[in-house]
T-cell receptor, first 116, second 117 residues
Framework: ELKVEQNPLFLSMQEGKNYTIYCNYS?????LYWYRQDPGKSLESLFV?????AVKQEGRLMASLDTKARLSTLHITAAVHDLSATYFC????????????????FGKGTHLIIQP | ETGVTQSPTHLIKTRGQQVTLRCSSQ?????VSWYQQALGQGPQFIFQ???????GRGNFPPRFSGLQFPNYSSELNVNALELDDSALYLC????????????????FGPGTRLTVT
């Protein structure tokens, strides 16, 4: 059974600081997704990482994937209050036909609070 | 291009009742997946439909069933509701294999908040 673990689960940080969220998974996969969720809202796609060594950046967020270590990181640079949200990583192990995305297995999420 | 839509937004049901939730996929997307998100947890995969056939299923009992229609919209049906079924239900559509290119992106709808009393 695929397991996806995120840490930390809760993170309170100050504006301007840097931090990293870690996502470990238990089964070989080269498809890793990061989502953001604001309270009471749906999931917003941040990054889709599809190969070993993939790195993507958008604004103050950068995600990377190491498929050999089964590890993805989401790095936050110079955090601002607007980045406060819950961040989920999810893994797709290509079980199904259709040629597209699988059913995703999600981590428990990292609840991030950025204080002024 | 419209995004993924779901209805209703909120729903309150009594234990033992049945419920149907609806999802309209993003235009051109032939794959829809349904997820259950309990409060404070990550979403859990229920099942996926591809071109009107169930394409995969997570660890949910048979009282969770679904349909996908020719226009790729979808329904999630839950029979014999239990208190633990209270959750946010999310559908996600994806393009899959199209024009020789595979897209793995999943686009989530706003969700239906189901409360079972």
């Amino acid at each position: 059974e695929l397991k996806v673990e995120q840490n930390p689960l809760f993170l309170s940080m100050q504006e301007g600081k840097n931090y990293t969220i870690y996502c470990n998974y238990s089964t070989t996969s080269d498809r890793l997704y990061w989502y953001r969720q604001d309270p009471g809202k749906s999931l917003e796609s941040l990054f889709v990482l599809l190969s070993n060594g993939a790195v993507k950046q958008e604004g103050r967020l950068m995600a990377s994937l190491d498929t050999k270590a089964r590890l993805s990181t989401l790095h936050i640079t110079a955090a601002v209050h607007d980045l406060s949200a819950t961040y989920f990583c999810a893994v797709d192990i290509g079980r199904y036909s259709g040629g597209g995305a699988d059913g995703l297995t999600f981590g428990k999420g990292t609840h991030l609070i950025i204080q002024p | 291009e419209t995004g993924v839509t779901q209805s209703p937004t909120h729903l309150i049901k009594t234990r033992g009742q049945q419920v149907t939730l609806r999802c309209s996929s993003q235009s051109g997307h032939n794959t829809v997946s349904w997820y259950q998100q309990a409060l404070g947890q990550g979403p859990q995969f229920i099942f996926q439909y591809y071109r009107e056939e169930e394409n995969g299923r997570g660890n949910f009992p048979p009282r969770f069933s679904g349909l996908q229609f020719p226009n790729y919209s979808s329904e999630l049906n839950v029979n014999a509701l239990e208190l633990d079924d209270s959750a946010l239900y999310l559908c996600a559509s994806s393009l899959g294999l199209a024009g020789g290119h595979v897209s793995y992106e999943q686009y989530f709808g706003p969700g239906t908040r189901l409360t079972v009393t």
